[in-house]
């Protein structure tokens, strides 16, 4: 069963749809309006989304730019996606690297985050929250990506147990580490790994990442 459709009056706000961007922001600035998504099909019915325009979004970063982000809808579901960059996740300013570093240098090298926001550059209680975030999902996280290493690789995938945030990141390096494998350089850069597999939902508030429906093999379809 697939999601309840936006017929009969109730409206949903449009969902993200992350898909693999090769360049780098600036690359995708430069594209403008003209931004070329590829091919993309509707998460609930499979049928091929039509254009439908798309709106301008922040992205913090060297001189805080605003940039094109494309949205296509779905006829027979009426229902329109916007089309979210792999260097972004849903309702975050910054880059996702640049979130990713905060949490490795927080989580992974114990830093403090009045440092390790100082060091990126953002203001400490978004670094904050963004920790927050990852500590409420850490648990869901494991459980989602330890089963994506797995059908990549059969192996049992070895994990500290420390505390359930370390052990995320754990998680996610060994997904990365048995995705490089398997399919080589076309791998994403591991953050950007992370908003791909999390439908840009990894900090998500009010809805489930689609972890659920990113098997190791058809995750790589989102790969042009
Ligand atoms: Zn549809």
């Known amino acids: 069963m697939g999601r309840p459709k936006g017929l009969g009056g109730v409206r949903y706000p449009p969902l993200s749809i992350v898909w693999h961007w090769q360049l780098d ?13 590829g091919e993309q099909t509707c998460p609930d019915c499979g049928r091929r989304l ?4 798309g709106y301008r979004r922040w992205v ?26 792999d260097f972004l996740l849903e309702r975050r300013l910054d880059e996702v690297h ?33 920790r927050r975030r990852f ?14 290493a797995v059908r990549l690789d059969a192996a049992p995938v070895l994990l500290s147990g420390a505390d359930q945030e370390r052990t995320a ?33 990894a900090l998500g508030t009010n809805r489930s990442p689609p972890y659920a429906g990113r098997t190791g093999v058809d995750w790589m379809t989102l790969i042009p």
């Open 50 to 53: 039509g254009g439908w325009s």
């Open 135 to 148: 500590r409420v999902n850490a648990l869901m996280m494991v459980t989602a990506l330890v089963a994506l």
């Open 169 to 201: 990141l754990e998680a996610l390096g060994a997904r990365g580490q048995r995705a490089r494998a398997r399919f080589g350089e076309r791998v994403p850069q591991l953050w950007r790994c992370w908003s791909l597999i999390s439908g840009g939902r």
């Open 25 to 37: 922001v600036s690359a995708y600035l430069a594209q403008g309006q003209q931004i070329e998504v």
């Open 98 to 130: 640049v979130i990713g570093q905060a949490l490795a240098l927080s989580i992974g090298s114990h830093l403090g985050m009045r440092p390790v926001a100082k060091r990126l550059g953002v203001p400490m209680t978004t670094a904050r929250d963004w």
């Open 60 to 85: 913090r970063g060297p001189g805080t730019e605003r940039l094109w982000i494309r949205r296509k809808r779905c006829s027979r579901c009426r229902r329109s996606h916007a089309l979210l960059p």
